[in-house]
């Protein structure tokens, strides 16, 4: 089993709709996540972090749910804009101390259509 | 400008011939790391450094060394390349691993 894992999609989705991104980790240890995009060719760039409490930018939402290990990323009225590949990454300790690794998914490819 | 340089950006080379990937960044990071991106298998860690001379394995270290005698550079070594070592080369920093990840622009390598 891979310790991250996301639908890799593509998924197809209109203008203005509202989509839904899901990642479930094997680590219960881990202790940081982020959501990463990454452009066709291009390097990945922050998109936001996830906090226990959920937290929202603009049009975009992360949630984590530790007790199920999943972190989901939802975005609210699509633009052609966001057509990218979405990367979950989750960040552990290989030592029990301070966090020194980061795990990344596959990527889950989302393509708005107009 | 705050920026991660990877050099080359596009390599061609034969089986054994060494190459190193430089990486260098600005912004007075302590932790650097190397990835490689492959289709359907995504970002790999290859290693990582949570300072100087602190370097250690990520998941896929076969194949490679790195040095971090400098905060600013972490060279990626290939001593002898091998066909399967053709890849997306990311080299990315960060004050940590809680913190976000800045990556280069990416090291297009084949080897033939």
């Known amino acids: 089993r891979k310790e991250v894992e996301q639908d890799p999609g593509p998924f197809n989705v209109p203008e203005g709709a509202t989509v839904a991104f899901n990642c479930t980790y094997s680590?219960?240890?881990?202790?940081?996540f982020f959501w990463y995009r990454q452009d066709c060719r291009k390097e990945p760039k922050l998109l936001m972090s996830?906090?226990?409490s959920g937290n929202e930018d603009g049009r975009f939402t992360a949630q984590l749910n530790r007790a199920s290990q999943y972190i989901s990323l939802l975005i609210r009225d699509s633009k052609l804009s966001d057509s990218a590949t979405y990367l979950c990454?989750?960040?552990?300790?290989?030592?029990?101390?301070?966090?020194?690794?980061?795990?990344f998914g596959t990527g889950t490819l989302l393509a708005v259509q107009p | 400008e705050a920026q991660v340089t990877q050099n080359p950006r596009y390599l061609i080379t034969v089986t054994g011939k060494k190459l190193t990937v430089t990486c260098s960044q600005n912004?007075?990071?302590?932790?650097m790391s190397w990835y490689r991106q492959d289709p359907g298998l995504g970002l790999r860690q290859i290693y990582y450094?949570?300072?100087?001379?602190?370097?250690d394995k990520g998941d896929v270290p076969e194949g490679y060394k790195v040095s971090r005698k400098e905060k600013r550079n972490f060279p990626l070594i290939l001593e002898s390349p091998s066909p399967n070592q053709t890849s997306l080369y990311f080299c990315?920093?960060?004050?940590?691993?809680?913190?976000?990840?800045?990556f280069g622009p990416g090291t297009r390598l084949t080897v033939l």
């Open positions: 990315a920093s960060s004050r940590g691993t809680n913190n976000e990840q800045f």
């Open positions: 680590n219960s240890a881990s202790q940081s």
């Open positions: 996830v906090y226990s």
């Open positions: 990454v989750v960040a552990h300790s290989n030592y029990g101390g301070a966090t020194n690794k980061l795990i």
């Open positions: 912004m007075n990071h302590e932790y």
């Open positions: 450094s949570m300072n100087v001379e602190v370097t």
